[in-house]
């Protein structure tokens, strides 16, 4: 079955630029029938959506970080991946990767989830 | 703040019925049927149990219920069982500027 796996640095210092990737497994990305998405988690707190991005290249992005996020995707491998800059404590967090359903919105597949701590 | 409101905690007996509200505007919960439902235990991911405000995927018990007035989103639980003490988050479709909104999410306790 489908499968979603998140990697990356697990500390990144202030003001530099968080880079994670989600690697699918099980499927392919270049499915029509989803988007691909980021969702954070800081600790003790709830959700917060960051983007999503379709094969083609198309991204949809949370207004509140927009100024400071990419997301792009590599269908050859069957990878999407997130770049936040000028990361401060504040963007300390777990960070999910999760299939989104296209024209429902729905996240039914997730990944694991990874930690992600900004300290110097 | 989060966009959509919830209670902070909501409780019951095994056995019982309890609701959790999903409060937004008439830019998200209010105009589109696109209101899903994840259940998250401690450490673990998000898991979908409600979408298109009252749909259930495949696998999850239909003990679990969705429905929508208004602005207002609302989950309920019947039977409730030890296992479904967990934190519960709603999301909404909010347009193509905004795209998804969560709740700030309600953690359920089964007393």
């Known amino acids: 079955q489908l499968q979603l796996q998140e990697s990356g640095p697990g500390l990144v210092k202030p003001s530099e630029t968080l880079s994670l990737t989600c690697t699918v497994s099980?499927?392919?990305?270049?499915?029509?029938?989803?988007?691909w998405g980021w969702i954070r988690q800081p600790p003790g707190k709830g959700l917060e959506w960051i983007g999503s991005?379709?094969?083609?290249?198309?991204?949809y992005y949370n207004p509140s970080l927009k100024s400071r996020v990419t997301i792009s995707v590599d269908t050859s491998k069957n990878q999407f991946s997130l770049k936040l800059s000028s990361v401060t404590a504040a963007d300390t967090a777990v960070y999910y990767c999760a299939r989104q359903v296209y024209g429902d919105y729905l996240l039914d597949v997730w990944g694991k989830g990874t930690t992600v701590t900004v300290s110097s | 703040q989060s966009a959509l409101t919830q209670p902070a905690s909501v409780s019951g007996s095994p056995g019982q019925s309890i609701t959790i509200s999903c409060t937004g505007t008439s830019s998200d919960v209010g105009s589109y049927n696109l209101v899903s439902w994840y259940q998250q235990h401690p450490g673990k991911a998000p898991k979908l149990m409600i979408y298109?405000?009252?749909k259930r995927p495949s696998g999850v018990s239909n003990r679990f219920s969705g429905s929508k007035s208004g602005n207002t989103a609302s989950l309920t639980i019947s039977g409730l069982q030890a296992e479904d003490e967990a934190d519960y988050y709603c999301?909404?479709?909010?347009?193509?500027?905004?795209?998804?909104?969560f709740g700030g999410g309600t953690k359920l306790t089964v007393l």
């Open positions: 099980g499927g392919s990305i270049s499915s029509s029938s989803y988007y």
């Open positions: 999301c909404s479709y909010a347009g193509s500027s905004t795209f998804l909104v």
């Open positions: 991005i379709y094969y083609s290249g198309s991204t």
């Open positions: 298109e405000v009252s």
